[in-house]
């Protein structure tokens, strides 16, 4: 009963502020049910963009796709594999002379990215920095927990976009 109660108190401190992450990341894994709450913790919020970074080959053939509103975007590959991958797309064009030198900036290098937008907050079980989206994270902000995501509760859930709400968000300044 008190958990509940610190649960409500929480929860109306956090929708009262009114700041929360568009954007949100989970180095997660298995996806599993749990999975299906937390994207209706994120609706319930506004959250728009969830992406789930995982070596699992599984969702390799998911790409990105909707879920109840909110975007999923599936990243398994490592950000240095990303960024390889990219340079060589980029190489590629250059070399068929569809692309010049001097036309190549960050947005070009971007549109050729897997994954396009900036994740507002990262969130990883344990201590180890990401190695996933190394590019889009560079102002993200980082989220360490000690818990098990597939063991999340709503309060932890809360916790987070909490934390999120304490930080004060500069992007590089």
Same mark, same amino acid.
């Given at each position: 009963?008190?958990?509940?109660? %610190?649960?409500?108190?929480?929860?109306?401190?956090?929708?009262?502020?009114? /700041?929360? *992450?568009?954007?949100?990341?989970?180095? %997660?894994?298995?996806?599993? &049910?749990?999975?299906?709450?937390?994207?209706?913790?994120?609706?319930?919020?506004?959250?728009?963009?969830?992406?789930?970074?995982?070596?699992?080959?599984?969702?390799?053939?998911?790409?990105?796709? @909707?879920?109840?509103?909110?975007?999923?975007?599936? /990243?398994? !590959?490592?950000?240095?594999?990303?960024?390889?991958?990219?340079?060589? !797309?980029?190489?590629?064009?250059?070399?068929?002379?569809?692309?010049?030198?001097?036309?190549?900036?960050?947005?070009?290098? &971007?549109?050729?990215?897997?994954?396009?937008?900036?994740?507002?907050?990262? /969130?990883?079980?344990?201590?180890?920095? *990401?190695?996933?989206?190394?590019?889009?994270?560079?102002?993200?902000?980082?989220?360490?927990?000690?818990?098990?995501?597939?063991?999340?509760? %709503? /309060?932890?859930?809360?916790?987070?976009? @909490?934390?999120?709400?304490?930080?004060?968000?500069?992007?590089?300044?």
């Amino acid at each position: 009963m008190l958990r509940l109660l %610190y649960q409500f108190i929480l929860e109306r401190k956090i929708i009262r502020k009114g /700041v929360f *992450p568009m954007h949100i990341v989970l180095i %997660y894994p298995d996806l599993d &049910e749990n999975f299906k709450k937390f994207v209706l913790w994120c609706k319930k919020f506004g959250i728009s963009e969830i992406t789930i970074c995982t070596r699992s080959d599984k969702l390799e053939t998911l790409g990105d796709t @909707r879920f109840d509103g909110i975007k999923l975007n599936f /990243v398994h !590959k490592s950000g240095k594999e990303e960024i390889l991958n990219t340079i060589r !797309k980029i190489a590629e064009k250059v070399l068929k002379g569809e692309l010049k030198l001097d036309e190549i900036d960050e947005k070009t290098f &971007e549109s050729f990215l897997t994954l396009k937008s900036q994740p507002d907050m990262i /969130v990883k079980a344990g201590r180890e920095v *990401p190695e996933f989206m190394i590019w889009q994270s560079i102002y993200s902000e980082l989220f360490f927990t000690d818990l098990d995501l597939k063991f999340m509760r %709503y /309060v932890d859930f809360l916790r987070i976009i @909490r934390e999120y709400q304490k930080r004060e968000r500069r992007y590089g300044r």
